[in-house]
């Protein structure tokens, strides 16, 4: 039976780290600007899906969902005494990067089934402009599969926030956009699973194109 929402100490981790140090980096250091964060569910699981451009992005949309996202990260960064057991319960996975992992997968699914949120960029990786280009089929599966729905979500700005070669974030200006919310996928057909990623990837996009 899939529970409503994360554990407690997760809950309350969440909350700790947003507002001591999330929130005033979203709010005074970029000037942050959120739209639509009545859209966000606050009980019961639902895959965020969202654009990705730096590697600020993951707390801040979290930030912005009022609430903790489970987020896929890189496997090394469990092989870090006391990081990995934080990062955990703050709701990070591992995932293998250099190959498809099914582990991964399994993993978000069993956040889902746990009440949890949980946080799927929409092409995988990092893009120089925030602008989705080439979509991965990942969080249409995972939500067909667990019978969850969809939250389209623009990160506008974040891509500026690191120049190459510098080691201190730049306090640009940032919009998080928060689309509707897109009911759970009734299959997990190839074709009916490509014409969900090209709709969330042109609402995403559409809300990018908007900027600030």
Known sequence: ?????????????????????????????????????????????????????SDFDPPLLSCCMRRPVAFMAKEELFRVPVLKQAIALYGAYPVNRKAPDRSAIKSS???????????????????????ITEPKLGAALIAAKAGVPLLPVCLWGTHAILKKGSAMPKPVRVTVRIGDLIEAPSSTNRKDLE??????????????????
Not at 195 to 212: F, K, P, S, V, W
Request: charged content about 20%; some cysteine; overall charge positive.
């Open 195 to 212: 014409a969900l990623t090209e709709r969330c990837a042109e609402i995403i996009n559409q809300m990018h194109d908007l900027g600030r």
């Open 109 to 131: 699914l069993s956040y889902l089934e746990a009440g949890w949120a949980t946080g799927v960029f929409l092409q995988g990786t990092r893009t120089a402009d925030g602008r």
């Open 1 to 53: 039976m899939t529970k409503s929402r994360e554990p407690l100490e997760s809950w309350l981790l969440y909350h700790l780290f947003k507002w001591s140090v999330v929130a005033p980096m979203l709010n005074i250091y970029f000037r942050g600007r959120i739209v639509g964060a009545e859209k966000v569910p606050q009980l019961g699981p639902f895959v965020a899906v969202s654009n990705h451009a």
